[in-house]
């Protein structure tokens, strides 16, 4: 795998950076669908995760 996914200029994206993003927002997103299943406020979840970065 390249470290560096993207460079424009002398910003650099790692990819590192990027599958962790990725991870975080599945998680969320499989939360938030559980959360909604068990009749509980989606909102507020979706809040506190966006707090928890």
Known sequence: ??????QI????IYSYGVFVAIGFLAALWVS??????QGLDREKF???GFWVV
């Open 9 to 12: 200029g002398s910003l650099k």
């Open 46 to 48: 979706l809040d506190m």
């Open 1 to 6: 795998m390249h470290p560096v996914l993207l």
């Open 32 to 37: 938030g669908r559980e959360i909604a299943r």
